[in-house]
């Protein structure tokens, strides 16, 4: 079956400090790939995404995530944490003869910054 | 350039009554996606359209329906509203794989 899971459903690091968030994915074959960032009573925006090629992939606000085929990973990290990133982040999967159009999300991880 | 957009932002619904969300692609996009985003929850795939017909569809009843227009636009509807309905219904368009989410509709069913 196709899924995403995201381990860590809560996440508190100090402002400055480096954020590494996991997902992992189990599909048929390598998907596209994709992070999306989520604040209170907001859509989703997306962060990045991996569609091929180079598996280090860099994204906006300073985000990037890396692809490990061998660990089914998509792990997304910021060297240095703003209080501004405090917010839900969804990583999701999508087919690529589909171009990606059903996206598979997992539950979120919920991101808090402490001062 | 405006983005997503969604309407209602909120609403408020009996159980067993019907409800009509819309949405409004961004510019030049002409793929819509419809998502059910329950609290604590990741967006969950409900449909997606593509030149006026339903191409994909999730592991939802079919109490939700859906319909795009020339113009791209979006419904979703739902009949037989149930208390499991309460969600955030996000919209999302679509270009060269890339998907672009709207603000969300806030549904309480009551």
């Known amino acids: 079956a196709q899924s995403v899971t995201q381990p860590d459903i809560h996440i508190t690091v100090s402002e400055g400090a480096s954020l590494e968030l996991r997902c992992n994915y189990s599909?048929?074959?390598?998907?596209?790939l994709f992070w999306y960032v989520q604040s209170p009573g907001q859509g989703l925006q997306l962060l990045l995404k991996?569609?091929?090629?180079?598996?280090l992939v860099q994204g906006i606000k300073g985000f990037e995530a890396e692809f490990k085929r061998s660990q089914s990973s998509f792990n997304l990290r910021k060297p240095s944490v703003h209080w501004s990133d405090a917010a839900e982040y969804f990583c999701?999967?999508?087919?690529?003869?589909?171009?990606?159009?059903?996206?598979?999300f997992g539950q979120g991880t919920e991101l808090s910054v402490k001062p | 350039d405006a983005g997503v957009t969604q309407s209602p932002t909120h609403l408020i619904k009996t159980r067993g009554q019907q409800v009509t969300l819309r949405c409004s692609p961004k510019?030049?996009?002409?793929?819509v996606s419809w998502y059910q985003q329950a609290l604590g929850q990741g967006p969950q795939f409900i449909f997606q359209y593509y030149e006026e017909e339903e191409r994909q569809r999730g592991n939802f009843p079919d109490r939700f329906s859906g319909h795009q227009f020339p113009n791209y636009s979006s419904e979703l509807n739902v009949n037989a509203l149930l208390l499991g309905d309460s969600a955030l219904y996000l919209c999302?368009?679509?270009?060269?794989?890339?998907?672009?989410f709207g603000p969300g509709t806030r549904l309480t069913v009551t």
């Open positions: 991996y569609f091929s090629g180079d598996t």
């Open positions: 510019s030049g996009h002409d793929t």
């Open positions: 999701a999967v999508g087919a690529r003869g589909d171009q990606g159009g059903k996206l598979i």
């Open positions: 599909y048929g074959a390598t998907p596209y």
């Open positions: 999302a368009s679509r270009k060269n794989s890339e998907q672009y």
